[in-house]
Nanobody
Framework: QVQLVESGGGLVQAGGSLRLSCAASGITFSTYSMGWFRQAPGKEREFVAAINRSGGSIYYGDSVKGRFTISRDNAKNTVYLRMDSLKAEDTAVYYC???????????????WGQGTQVIVSS
C-alpha cells in the first residue's frame, strides 16, 4: 500500500519560512519522481514544484520560482519543500504526489498524500 504523508504545515507570518516534508512508503522511492501541488479555497489545484528520481531535473511553478526549493533524500524516502518569503497568496493545502517516470509537471501523478495546510498571515 502506497502512502505519502505530508507534514510541516502551519501558520506563519508573511515573509516567513516553512519546510514541508513528505515521507513515502510502499514504493521504491528512488525510482519515482515527486511533486508538490497546492489548492487554495475556491481555486483549482496548482503545480508548485517537482523533482525527478535523481534530483537532476527540477521544475517550479512561476508563482514560486526563486522563493521555494524542492529537494529529496532517497535514503530517507522523503521529499522536502522549503518555502521562503511566504506571501498571503501562498495560503493553501499542499499535497505531495509521486509518479514513475518523468517529473514533467504536465504529467499525471499517480499517488497523492492527504495534504498539509499552510496559512500565511499578512
Amino acid at each position: 500500500q502506497v502512502q505519502l504523508v505530508e507534514s510541516g504545515g502551519g501558520l506563519v507570518q508573511a515573509g516567513g519560512s516553512l519546510r514541508l516534508s513528505c515521507a513515502a512508503s510502499g514504493i521504491t522511492f528512488s525510482t519515482y519522481s515527486m511533486g508538490w501541488f497546492r489548492q487554495a479555497p475556491g481555486k483549482e489545484r496548482e503545480f508548485v514544484a517537482a523533482i525527478n528520481r535523481s534530483g537532476g531535473s527540477i521544475y517550479y511553478g512561476d508563482s514560486v520560482k526563486g522563493r521555494f526549493t524542492i529537494s529529496r533524500d532517497n535514503a530517507k524516502n522523503t521529499v522536502y519543500l522549503r518555502m521562503d518569503s511566504l506571501k498571503a497568496e501562498d495560503t493553501a493545502v499542499y499535497y505531495c504526489a509521486a509518479r514513475y517516470g518523468s517529473a514533467d509537471p504536465a504529467s499525471v501523478y499517480r499517488y497523492w498524500g492527504q495534504g498539509t495546510q499552510v496559512i500565511v498571515s499578512s
